[in-house]
């Protein structure tokens, strides 16, 4: 007969752990939404035809998915997570950048070009 562990602790994690974990992830689920939000926001101003950004926008997200397939059984799901959460919020900094105009061409047409 199998020992049942108090309360479904399969893993037997400490109390201060588990709280410790859910912590993490919270965090990590925080800056993922708000960097999908702002990514999403910014994909509407780029000035392209929207159905090219969608495409685009799908291509990425398999190639994601074949890198994410690669690279988890490697690194692990906590920094798989953590590492492609410092991508997107270097993305979205910036993309932030350039539409406030910190960074972008001297000459006007260009500028323009590049929007």
């Known amino acids: 007969m199998k020992n049942k562990i108090d309360g479904g602790n399969l893993y037997n994690i400490s109390t201060g752990r588990f709280v410790w974990n859910v912590v993490i992830y919270s965090l990590l689920l925080a800056c993922f939404s708000f960097c999908f939000w ?3 926001f910014q994909a509407e ?4 035809d929207v159905y090219i950004i969608f495409y685009i926008n799908g291509a990425c997200l398999i190639i994601a998915g074949m890198i994410n397939q690669v690279l988890y059984p490697i690194l692990g799901m906590k920094w798989l997570i953590i590492i492609f959460q410092c991508g997107t919020i270097f993305s979205c900094l910036f993309i932030s950048l350039i539409h406030t105009r910190v960074i972008g061409y ?3 047409e260009d500028q323009a070009l590049f929007f």
């Open 38 to 40: 702002l990514a999403d």
């Open 106 to 108: 001297e000459d006007e």
């Open 45 to 48: 101003y780029i000035g392209a």
